[in-house]
């Protein structure tokens, strides 16, 4: 499966972005989906994701209640919805695809088999 991240853009504290996912060659609905970030100097981490199947999502701690993963299989896509945007959210985001089916969604960059090629959201103060 081939991925495509967009929706990255500058925006104020407090702003909202929806980042897509295109998925292109298989169902993405076949896969586990996660989004993880990667700021300057720092390594990547784990956003959201949602499971293979039975749609059960997790989330970073400091963005739970502002960021919402969905996938919408008609279009064979998926979405982080970023509300209530902050200077610390500054990063490229990285969407990815899992093919194993896990007990829990996978939150480690190494269980992901497939990764698009990253979108900037830069968030001013």
């Known amino acids: 499966v081939q991925l495509q991240a967009s929706g990255g853009g500058l925006v104020q504290a407090g702003d909202s972005l929806r980042l897509s996912c295109a998925a292109s060659g298989r169902a993405l609905s076949n896969f586990a989906l996660g989004w993880f970030r990667q700021a300057p100097g720092k390594e990547r981490e784990f956003v959201a994701g949602i499971s293979r199947f039975q749609g059960n999502t997790k989330y970073l701690e400091s963005v739970k209640g502002r960021f919402t993963i969905s996938r919408d299989i008609r279009k064979n896509s998926g979405y982080l919805q970023m509300n209530s945007l902050k200077p610390e959210d500054t990063a490229v985001y990285y969407c990815?695809?899992?093919?194993?089916?896990?007990?829990?969604?996978?939150?480690?960059?190494?269980?992901?088999?497939?990764w698009g090629q990253g979108t900037l959201v830069t968030v001013s103060s």
């Open positions: 990815a695809a899992d093919y194993r089916t896990r007990p829990t969604v996978g939150s480690d960059p190494a269980q992901y088999e497939y």
